[in-house]
């Protein structure tokens, strides 16, 4: 596939609205929930059911980032600001999800460098 270099203003006159582009930012707006989930279940472990939800929301954010790629390419949805909105989601979630991590389960925090 070749990549046509575009200027940061034609990056919104491409497709804007495809489904694709919603399950990545839909990714990021996980990450509160997760947060919230994780945050309930440290303050009290008895609450095992916010871990079951906190793990759900891992796997629901796995699922659309494997999904937003596929279904670009099957229904043709490709865009310019798709390849640049898909890695930037994919870090803000990742970074997100290792800090909630290092921070409430106490891993080291060379985890979020490495």
Not at 24 to 45: A, D, E, G, W
Not at 55 to 73: E, K, M, N, Q, S
């Amino acid at each position: 596939m070749i990549v046509q270099e575009k200027k940061p203003q034609e990056l919104l006159e491409d497709r804007i609205f495809t489904v694709s582009n919603f399950l990545s930012v839909s990714r990021v707006f996980l990450l509160p929930f997760f947060i919230t989930f994780t945050k309930t279940y440290i303050s009290s472990p008895d609450k095992t059911e916010f871990l079951l939800y906190a793990i759900l929301t891992c796997i629901l954010a796995v699922l659309t980032d494997y999904l937003d790629g596929f279904l670009a390419r099957l229904l043709h949805q490709e865009s310019v600001l798709g390849r640049y909105l898909d890695p930037i989601c994919d870090k803000i979630v990742t970074i997100g999800g290792l800090s909630v991590i290092v921070h409430y389960f106490r891993f080291p925090i060379w985890i979020l460098i490495a």
